[in-house]
């Protein structure tokens, strides 16, 4: 069992559509990350969190410490937010990454 | 534009060549990584270089050769890769190994023929 798991794996959307990633960790942890990659590309940060809610623009995300559980949540989603998107973990000084959740967005 | 540099970004070598991969920072952090990344992967940790000193090594095999010339500089060495080797190469760095977030270039793109 990964340390860290992400659900779906898949997803495709309609634009505008309400889209949430779910994010489970299983080890002790400093910080929660979630990070974007757009296909060939490099990676792009969209938030670290320790606890609560941090929101950026149309992205915001959660994070409950007790469960061991965070949400990226996409509002009105548009095309240009299809990629893969990344939870990984803070833990004893390096990152622990999820498999991903390949996001596509539908005009 | 990221704040990472990584030079070249697309590279094909013969598995008896040398070649080198290039990062290059000026944020100030103090934490560098290399990780590889194959294709629909979470990309995998492979140096860490804290305060211009190898800090972690995950049993990285010696076909790569890490090297932190200075706080703003990373290499990566390759020599005599296997076709295995073929992936995304991404730098990373963050302020320190503790404070994160881990700032990341774009790779470099390398085949082994």
């Known amino acids: 069992k990964n340390e860290v798991e992400q659900s779906p794996q898949n997803l495709t959307a309609q634009e505008g559509e309400f889209i949430t990633i779910n994010c489970s960790y299983s080890v002790g942890i400093s910080a929660l990350h979630w990070l974007q990659q757009h296909p060939g590309g490099g990676i792009v940060s969209l938030f670290m969190l320790s606890s609560g809610k941090k929101k950026h623009g149309r992205l915001i995300a959660t994070i409950n410490i007790q469960e061991k559980h965070s949400s990226l949540h996409i509002t009105a989603s548009h095309p240009r937010d299809s990629a893969v998107y990344i939870c990984a973990v803070s833990a004893t000084n390096k990152l622990i990454f999820g498999t991903g959740t390949l996001l596509a967005v539908q005009p | 534009d990221t704040e990472v540099t990584q030079t070249p970004k697309h590279l094909v070598m013969g598995m008896t060549n040398k070649k080198s991969l290039k990062c290059e920072q000026h944020m100030g952090h103090r934490a560098m990584y290399w990780y590889k990344q194959k294709a629909k992967k979470p990309p995998e940790l492979m140096f860490v270089y804290s305060y211009e000193k190898l800090s972690i090594n995950e049993s990285v095999p010696s076909r790569f050769s890490p090297e932190c010339p200075n706080s703003s500089l990373l290499n990566l060495h390759l020599h005599a890769l296997q076709p295995e080797d073929s992936a995304l190469y991404l730098c990373?760095?963050?302020?320190?190994?503790?404070?994160?977030?881990?700032?990341f270039g774009d790779g470099t793109r390398l085949s082994i023929l």
């Open positions: 990373a760095s963050s302020q320190d190994q503790v404070i994160q977030p881990q700032h």
